[in-house]
């Protein structure tokens, strides 16, 4: 019983030591980082010291583990006899960025969540990194959720060590990673609040931070700029080319789709759980051109051959072209007649018109 | 380091730094401390420390009360008449006087005039009159040693036996039953407590969200096993800490509540007890989780764990039962079935009433229970911590858990 009782004594002082160090060292980094705020505007370099400027915080992928990243062949999943994903097939290589577009309830998530393997799909086969996740790839994979969540009580820095930790990240690469990565989306100051102190926007960037803190090689996006202002959202932009850069494999899915028209290299078009249009965005976007062109000119003539139709935009005019003329023949023409031309542009539908087009014909 | 060690890790210092955690932990010290206390002032306000010899004045009609007038704490003193008697009491110099009549020795009556309200002998007087009176009358009509039985006629010493006609390793049940007893008090707060926590940290990371980026980076089952090991852990401190209080309160106790002194806690009994404990809570806990994640709130959580906490609080109510018919086939099934092992197996234990095998036969079914439901909680986890808002009905769960 002695024993006992001086091993438990032993015990419950280690564990009130630890919280009042932890509770004694949070005071006193809140206390510098408030005298920091005070006394200079922007904080000590010493802070990045490991990621000197112009050195990107992402390693790059040199040799792909495979030859895809994510290779999903006929994936179904169905949810009380609803086909939420129907015979889905999509491939995501490395250095690439796959947008994956269709209104809301379309079956983006699901699509994901298979991927991420937190459900389990009905049919098909999905290999990440070349293989079947295990557990242990999860450490290469970042996930956005479009469910966005973080624990409230506990601190950004707190959160983050823990979420870093479960991807095995850890110790001095860790702190010096989240500080790197806090900094770079303007976060730094706030690294001692508890999330639930955060405006929303703020704890998107923390979530955006969470995901690509342990330098995936495999990063989803669901819906990463739901909620974000213009400012942040080109900052997760420029993220996300970056992680291209450096040869990483990127899925984004959005409802927004011309949001994401900069950023994809090709794009699978999903509604209603079937993917409608699959492949590379300046091949989808000739294949579903209006077929007219835009001009801007001092005058244009009453009829030109082989334009069957024309709409005036104001300062331009969108010229309709029968199917056998090229826009090539049409300008030449123009020049031809001795038009003054100040812009000829073959006019290319956005993601939203080539959707709509697709829907309205399937 | 394993992730599901950090899972635990995470989730023990998040439970200690609790607030609701601390003040659980530290009440239970401070009311045992503060109760004594008031048992204390009580004790020491109602008996106001007693004038240690007291006089006691009588009047004599018999002529036979003369000698033995000093007993423990009283000193006797005669009186001629009752009005000296009384006289002397209400000057104070005696606290009561008693009238022994002529005819005592026929009747046994003796009236006692007291100014003090209770009419009763108080318990030392009363003795010390006892043997007075039974002092003179036997005098010299028999022994000093008779008379000595007389007043003394039994001092008890049991043995208990065990079947076998030998003498039970174990001589004293209620010293030792009383610590089946804490431990199931111990064990019954604590997997309510740590229930209350579970169900917390389950619907809290459901209602955050968070369990979707957990998901993408530990599997359910590490994510489960690590949250009910975390918070059991800190559910351990909790109980090491009570325990310590027990521990100190009966050392700084049981110097005025006598039965404190004689608990002896034999240590293979602890050792036992400590064993039914862990794995009793982790099956709670898994239990708790499970039921937890399928989305019940937090408000409907306690109402489960009412439910479950029932068969682990039935046993105490069966404890006499328990411990007078030990080998009943009631006794024998609460032993082996899962929820209700644990304090049963603590209260037959302390009587020396579970043989080896029962103990390993109870102990393995209880590991076999902990494991299964750590593995039905845990798919019950993955398919369910994704579905906000909507309680799937038995059936689904049913269907969901087999599918998944």
Known sequence: ?362 | MHKTLIVLRHEFWLAVRNRSFIILTLALPLLAFLGFGIYEGVQHWSHPAAPQEVQIGYVDQTGMFDEYTAQTGVTFVLYGTEEQAKDALLAKTIEDYLVIPSDYVTTGLITRYTLSRDVEFPAVTAGAVKDFLLSNLLAGQVSPQVLERAETPMLPVSVRLDKAGEIAPQQDIASSYFVPIIFGMLFIFSIFFSSGFLFQSVTEEKENRVMEVLLSSVSSTQLLVGKVLGLGAAGLVQIVVWLITVKVFVAVASGSIPLLGAISIPASLLGWCIVYFILGYLLFAALYAGVGSIGATAREGQGWSTIFALPAVAPLYFSYFLVTNPESALARGLTFFPLTAPVTAMVRLSIHAMSAWEIALSLAILAASVALTMWVSAKAFRVFSLMYGKRPAVREVLRYIRES
């Open chain 1, 1 to 362: 019983m002695e024993t006992i009782v001086a091993v438990a004594v032993a015990v419950v002082a280690v564990v009130v030591l630890r919280l009042l160090l932890t509770r004694l060292r949070r005071e006193r980094s809140r206390r510098k980082g408030q005298a920091v705020g005070e006394s200079a505007p922007s904080p000590p370099e010493s802070e990045t010291a490991v990621f000197a400027s112009g050195e990107s915080i992402f390693a790059a992928v040199e040799r792909p583990p495979s030859e895809y990243a994510v290779e999903a062949s006929h994936v179904s999943k169905s949810f009380r006899d609803k086909k939420v994903v129907d015979d889905v097939s999509f491939t995501v290589g490395w250095g690439e960025v796959l947008g994956m577009v269709g209104p809301n309830g379309a079956g983006k998530t699901t699509t994901l969540r298979m991927l991420m393997d937190i459900i389990k799909p009905d049919s098909g086969e999905i290999r990440i990194l070349g293989e079947p996740l295990r557990e242990e790839m999860k450490n290469r994979i970042g996930y956005l959720p479009e469910e966005r969540g973080l624990y409230k009580k506990i601190t950004v820095s707190d959160s983050l060590r823990y979420l870093a930790a479960l991807k095995n990240v850890r110790g001095r690469l860790a702190n010096e990673r989240a500080e790197a990565l806090l900094k770079r989306v303007n976060m730094l100051p706030h690294k001692d609040k508890k999330v639930e102190e955060l405006s929303h926007g703020m704890g998107q960037l923390i979530q955006f931070v969470v995901t690509i803190l342990h330098d995936p090689d495999l990063v989803v996006f669901d819906e990463p700029f739901a909620a974000l202002d213009p400012v942040n959202t080109q900052l997760l932009k420029e993220f996300i080319l970056e992680l291209r850069s450096r040869g990483k494999a990127i899925v984004l899915s959005t409802h927004m789709m011309n949001q994401v028209e900069e950023l994809c290299d090709r794009v699978l078009m999903i509604n209603k759980g079937r993917a409608v249009l699959y492949g590379g965005l300046a091949e989808i976007k000739a294949r579903y051109r209006n077929n007219s062109v835009f001009v801007e000119c001092d005058r244009l003539p009453e009829s030109l051959p082989g334009v069957v139709g024309a709409k005036s935009h104001g300062r331009y005019t969108e010229l309709f072209l029968d199917g056998r003329a090229s826009p090539q023949d049409v300008l030449r023409t123009l020049l031809g007649l001795n038009v003054v031309v100040e812009r000829f542009e073959v006019s290319t539908p956005s993601l939203n018109e080539v959707f709509l087009q697709v829907v309205k014909e399937g």
